[in-house]
Structures are given as C-alpha cells and as structure tokens.
C-alpha cells in the first residue's frame, strides 16, 4: 500500500511539472498493476479465511452463502 500511495504522489507531482503525457500513462500503468497485486493479495488472504471459516461449520446453507459470496467478489475483483 506504500508503493501504491508513492506511485500516486509521483504522478500528482508529474501532472503537476506538465510532464509528458506518455511518462504519466506509464506511471499510471504501474500503478494500475500495483493495485490489481494489492487486490489479488487481500482477495486471496479473504478466500483463505473464508474457505476455513465454512470447513469448520455444520451449516451447509451457510457454507454454501459463503462460497457464493466468495465467487461474487471473485468476479467483482476481476473486473
């Protein structure tokens, strides 16, 4: 996340020097990547704990809630 927040200060300060337009696209790039990492790696520690979370329960309606909630945030990352 502080990669994150220092590619966006960088590219403020870019936009901010008038930079060349194919610097900042690029920048925006890696930040555009950056954040689809962060986003996979939260998703990924999320499905984790909710997989064991629903391997622990008796409850096959809720287990099943579960990994439809899981699946739709699956989709809803990826977008």
């Known amino acids: 996340m502080k990669r994150i927040e220092g590619q ?3 590219i403020t300060k870019m936009m901010a020097e008038d930079r060349d337009c194919t ?3 690029q920048q925006m790039t890696a930040l ?5 990492a962060a ?6 520690i999320h ?7 629903a391997l622990q329960g008796d ?3 809720a287990q099943r809630e579960q990994f439809s909630e899981l699946i739709e ?6 977008r």
């Open 8 to 10: 966006m200060r960088g």
């Open 23 to 25: 610097e900042v696209l």
């Open 32 to 36: 555009e990547a950056a954040i689809r």
């Open 39 to 44: 986003k996979s790696k939260v998703l990924a």
């Open 47 to 53: 499905a984790a704990e909710c997989i064991e979370d």
């Open 59 to 61: 409850d096959i309606a």
């Open 73 to 78: 945030l699956f989709g809803k990352v990826s």
